[in-house]
């Protein structure tokens, strides 16, 4: 009986990696298919003005990338992966959106938290890469 507590107990903490992962592969399949549609925004120059084409391909670009960086958060599980995704989200709203002054002095100032955070509040292991 205990065996089969012990079993149960191991399958329960095991799950919420296993079930992780299972999303990382439906991410990952996403961005396949996003990094097709940056190749093919960025080959359709001449459909639009130049403003409208280069916000739909730093719109597309980021939301690839920032998939990418949350697949990294899902898979490593480190601290520093956490603060990447949340720099980059905050950066992408900045650079590929169009925030009032004072929502992009709001974001700038978030950055600057992030990155103080990561220099002085982490510890080595915090930069470990965990597999």
Do not use: W
């Amino acid at each position: 009986m205990k065996d089969n507590k012990e079993k149960l107990h191991q399958l329960i903490l095991r799950m919420p990696t296993f079930i992780e992962k299972i999303i990382a592969i439906f991410l990952l399949i996403g961005v396949v298919y996003g990094t097709g549609k940056v190749v093919l925004a960025a080959l359709d120059m001449g459909s639009a003005p130049l403003s409208q084409y280069m916000e739909n391909l730093l719109d597309t670009a980021f939301s690839v990338i920032i998939v990418i960086e949350l697949i990294r958060m899902l898979i490593k599980h480190s601290m520093n992966t956490v603060i990447e995704v949340l720099i980059f989200a905050i950066a992408r709203g900045l650079v590929a959106g169009h925030p009032t002054p004072v929502n992009a002095l709001i974001s700038i100032i978030g950055i600057a938290i992030l990155l103080a955070c990561r220099k002085f509040l982490f510890h080595d292991f915090d930069f470990e890469e965990e597999i």
